[in-house]
């Protein structure tokens, strides 16, 4: 079971870290990575009020059509680059997360593939992030709405689940998806500047080369 963040009934609003590369403009991707580290503490109000206005909520019964499309749940067939055709995220986010052995996971609706895929044994996958990084690649190169809508958006990304209407919904924010919601600002760095969608995963390396550069110049100092 998911590990929440937050979940609120009296407030009906959450705040949670939000990726932010929604009004980026970047000479550089060095410039990029600088700009993100230093605004990953921006809080944004969840509430499906402000979705569309404030931030966009990347869900499957999001205010957005992106935020839908973007969601694991969308019907949007992919091709990952090692392990073939999937008819959803959800399918390939089980698939990798019970061995890549199921192939059942590949044809079902989003709602069946979590039904079934939660009831499977899992499988340690140290590369489980970065596979499914890659699926999401391929989804945005299978769906020319997704790019389309990419490019014309600025707001923030964030996830949350919505539970009932009205001003007071329960909400609850799931834990641990940061990631995601930056993949997914960088998909939408790499559409604005027209370059090609296969350098996102560069820049997740050279991320990575940039932090061991920082702990190198200023290692973290234990107690003796």
């Given at each position: 079971?998911?590990?929440?963040?937050?979940?609120?009934?009296?407030?009906?609003?959450?705040?949670?870290r939000a990726s932010l590369a929604?009004?980026?403009?970047?000479?550089?991707?060095?410039?990029?990575?600088?700009?993100?580290?230093?605004?990953?503490?921006?809080?944004?109000?969840?509430?499906?009020?402000?979705?569309?206005?404030?931030?966009?909520?990347?869900?499957?019964?999001?205010?957005?059509?992106?935020?839908?499309?973007?969601?694991?749940?969308?019907?949007?067939?992919?091709?990952?680059?090692?392990?073939?055709?999937?008819?959803?995220?959800?399918?390939?986010?089980?698939?990798?997360?019970?061995?890549?052995?199921?192939?059942?996971?590949?044809?079902?609706?989003?709602?069946?593939?979590?039904?079934?895929?939660?009831?499977?044994?899992?499988?340690?996958?140290?590369?489980?992030?970065?596979?499914?990084?890659?699926?999401?690649?391929?989804?945005?190169?299978a769906c020319e709405e997704i790019?389309?809508?990419?490019?014309?958006?600025?707001?923030?990304?964030?996830?949350?689940?919505?539970?009932?209407?009205?001003?007071?919904?329960?909400?609850?924010?799931?834990?641990?998806?940061?990631?995601?919601?930056?993949?997914?600002?960088?998909?939408?760095?790499?559409?604005?500047?027209?370059?090609?969608?296969?350098?996102?995963?560069?820049?997740?390396?050279?991320?990575?080369?940039?932090?061991?550069?920082?702990?190198?110049?200023?290692?973290?100092?234990?107690?003796?």
């Open positions: 079971m998911s590990e929440y963040v937050s979940e609120s009934r009296k407030s009906a609003t959450v705040k949670v929604c009004s980026l403009k970047a000479d550089s991707i060095v410039d990029y990575f600088d700009d993100k580290v230093s605004h990953m503490e921006q809080e944004i109000e969840c509430h499906p009020k402000y979705d569309g206005t404030t931030h966009i909520n990347i869900y499957s019964r999001g205010c957005t059509r992106l935020g839908r499309l973007c969601s694991n749940h969308a019907d949007v067939a992919i091709e990952h680059p090692f392990y073939g055709r999937f008819r959803n995220l959800e399918g390939l986010w089980y698939y990798l997360r019970t061995g890549k052995k199921h192939d059942s996971l590949r044809v079902l609706s989003a709602f069946d593939a979590r039904t079934h895929g939660t009831e499977l044994e899992k499988e340690w996958n140290p590369q489980f992030n970065q596979e499914f990084k890659m699926g999401i690649v391929a989804k945005v190169q790019r389309q809508l990419l490019a014309e958006s600025t707001l923030p990304f964030v996830h949350y689940y919505v539970y009932g209407k009205g001003d007071n919904p329960r909400i609850i924010v799931p834990k641990g998806h940061d990631w995601q919601m930056l993949m997914w600002d960088k998909m939408r760095v790499v559409v604005k500047e027209g370059r090609d969608l296969g350098d996102v995963m560069k820049l997740d390396a050279l991320y990575f080369i940039m932090q061991k550069a920082r702990y190198d110049r200023h290692p973290i100092v234990t107690g003796k």
